[in-house]
């Protein structure tokens, strides 16, 4: 395992100006840390790793790769581009391991962290490891957002997200799971019973609809509410799954691991405006999954799913278009239908706690560096910039701890 990882460090060109580091949404210091790699210094390199990003392990795992740092590798112009998130992943799974903090005394202020998706579980790291008295409050059993009951286990080992609870743990953080913060414990409760500051991390729970006839029949279901148990779904032999993201390739292979014989996923585009990565589409390719391109649905009923075929053209201005074909409605027969079309935040804290201005479906609308319009309450992650990758949340994230830190620190 060490051995490879010496041999794609010595790969590397160590790049003064590395395109990696600069499409590396969280600025990972990359030819750093590939020139520690080199000399054995791994402990060191696991280290910078986890001070400037917490959750490297994880988006070593689930980051867009190509998009990001392979993507942008120059050893990929002429030849095979340096996969530093093998690296990352090898070492940063092993600091983990045997990562112990030292007992950090809690001296200063209360701070909630409302969710533990990726957000929240960086900020309540860096809080902790500041002094702060971090409670974070999972609807759910156990933490871990949309890492846990979002991404499929083959995507990302859930061991990973249990070494972060205990890790958390560790640094002193409470946590409170199946609790929902909004109908009875308020944002007033949290600010009465001590907490200086209040973070929110939800996400975005709720799906969003296609907005046809069909949507609440019996066979139709929501990927995030799928993914999310599928064990508890009886599918059929014959899935189609409406949608062309990430999303979309991890419910349509779910379904094949559980039993579904045929899965086909219905987009009214092509591959290249597919929003799931390259990665993710070849695998779902191997693994079986059908593809039926320029269908668009219409209707979802007993049978399966009514389409119309569509066609991209180009308008006088040179725009790209997206049309529905006359007369080519179709029935695509199947036992279940899977919508996979992203998804917006739930309102329990907007509904039930005055003062909250949102944008759009529901997001929650923050100044540059977290702040809601309520004083004292922070948000970021996707119930702020809908569905982003984990990375992104994480960068930002940073930033907010950063400022619920100067928060704390000038309301003395």
Excluded at 83 to 92: A, H, L, Q, R, V
Excluded at 252 to 278: C, E, H, L, P, Q
Excluded at 369 to 389: H, I, L, P, Q
């Amino acid at each position: 395992m060490f051995d490879n990882l010496n041999n794609e460090a010595n790969r590397c060109l160590l790049c003064k100006r590395a395109r990696c580091v600069q499409k590396c949404p969280i600025d990972t210091p990359i030819p750093e840390i590939i020139k520690l790699i080199r000399e054995d210094r791994l402990q060191e390199a696991g280290e910078i790793m986890f001070d400037n990003n917490p959750l490297s392990a994880l988006c070593a795992v689930v980051c867009p790769h190509e998009n990001q740092c392979k993507g942008n590798c120059i050893k990929g112009i002429k030849g095979e581009p340096i996969d530093f998130y093998k690296m990352e992943e090898i070492i940063s799974n092993e600091y983990l391991n045997n990562l112990e903090f030292e007992p950090i005394e809690q001296n200063k202020d209360r701070i909630a962290i409302v969710g533990s998706g990726p957000a929240g579980m960086a900020i309540a790291v860096i809080l902790a490891r500041r002094g702060y008295k971090v409670t974070m409050f999972e609807a759910n059993e156990k933490i871990g957002g949309v890492l846990r009951y979002g991404i499929p286990e083959f995507r990302l080992p859930k061991d990973i997200l249990d070494k972060f609870h205990d890790l958390l743990i560790n640094l002193g953080v409470k946590i409170r799971p199946n609790t929902l913060i909004g109908p009875v414990i308020t944002i007033d409760k949290l600010f009465d019973d001590g907490y200086k500051a209040i973070f929110i991390g939800t996400g975005v729970w709720n799906p969003k609809t296609l907005n046809i006839k069909g949507e609440s029949l019996g066979n139709a279901h929501y990927a995030i509410d799928y993914l999310k148990s599928p064990s508890v779904y009886s599918l059929g032999e014959k899935v189609v799954v409406i949608g062309a993201g990430n999303t979309a390739m991890d419910s349509a292979r779910t379904a094949k691991r559980n039993g579904a014989k045929d899965v086909s996923i219905i987009y009214r585009r092509d591959f290249d405006s597919m929003t799931a990565t390259k990665h993710e589409i070849e695998e779902a390719k191997d693994e079986g999954v059908n593809f039926e391109l320029f269908k668009t649905p219409v209707e979802i009923v007993d049978e399966g799913l009514i389409y119309k075929e569509t066609k991209i053209i180009i308008d006088d201005q040179g725009n790209e278009r997206l049309i529905e074909l006359e007369n080519t409605e179709g029935l695509f027969k199947c036992d279940s239908v899977i919508i996979a079309i992203s998804q917006t935040p739930k309102n329990n804290i907007t509904v039930n706690n005055k003062g909250f201005k949102t944008i759009g479906a529901g997001l929650l609308a923050v100044g540059e560096t977290g702040e809601t319009s309520r004083n004292g309450v922070f948000a970021s992650g996707d119930v702020v910039t809908g569905a982003k990758t984990v990375v992104e949340a994480v960068a930002h994230a940073k930033e907010v701890a950063e400022s619920i830190d100067q928060y704390c620190s000038e309301n003395k």
